[in-house]
């Protein structure tokens, strides 16, 4: 191959990196989102649903928001619960630690509190967690009776263990997108005890009305990771 040749051909393999490749961007980003994603068995692409046995599914879609155009992920429980997941391998929380996500609610399970068992309900919850089994989790939620700012902690039969915050309850405005930001690597090791990031972690979103028998409909735009 000739210098000129040679010159042109990594010439646009850089300008192709990152089309094929991501950003090449230090420190930016990774953002997962629902752009060019299609549902597939009740989760958009790259995501895997999850329902609880006896209970109805929620239904996770793929909408177009009427204010910015983009495409995103809308959950609907109806007397009904259920999760996506993400697998977390290649996100590496200790340098990408910042968690930030945009999210807005249409309809909260009227009367659901997190610190109530017989009413453990949100609009929608984020989870970070591990093990397949007995599970541990931090969960970032969109509350309603229960505080915003609250934290809390929830076993459930003995095998499942949630600490909680509440992000938003229902005084926040329905309808409005709102933007969040936690430091999750510090709220992992400091719930968990450890001082370092477990491995296996997966992403699940939620939203669930079973246990008061109501609706939640709530929307995603996008979860990303960034350094601190």
């Known amino acids: ?50 329902g609880k046995f006896g ?85 970032y939620a969109w509350q309603t009776v229960t505080p915003k700012g609250e934290t809390g902690k929830s076993v459930y039969n003995g095998l499942v263990t949630t600490y909680w915050r509440s992000m938003r309850d229902e005084k926040d405005g329905l309808n409005v997108w709102y933007t969040e930001e936690r430091n999750v690597r510090d709220d992992i090791k400091r719930l968990f005890g450890t001082k370092k990031i477990p491995s296996g972690l997966g992403l699940t979103v939620s939203t669930n009305s079973q246990y008061t028998g109501t609706k939640a409909v709530c929307y995603l735009e996008y979860i990303e990771f960034a350094e601190k």
């Open 55 to 139: 209970t109805e599914d929620a239904v996770f879609q793929l909408v177009r928001d009427p204010q910015s155009g983009k495409r995103v992920l809308k959950m609907t429980a109806d007397k009904a619960t259920g999760v996506v997941l993400y697998d977390m391998e290649k996100i590496d929380l200790e340098k990408y630690p910042m968690m930030r996500w945009k999210w807005k609610v249409e309809v909260l399970p009227a009367g659901a509190d997190a610190r109530v068992e017989a009413k453990d309900d949100q609009g929608i919850s984020i989870y970070i967690g591990y093990g397949r089994f007995s599970q541990t989790s931090v969960s």
């Open 1 to 50: 191959m000739s210098n000129g040749k040679r010159k042109i051909w990594m010439l646009a393999a850089l300008f192709l990196a990152p089309f094929l490749f991501g950003k090449l961007t230090a420190g930016g980003p990774i953002r997962l989102d629902f752009q060019g994603k299609r549902i597939e068995d009740n989760a958009p692409t790259g995501w895997k649903y999850r």
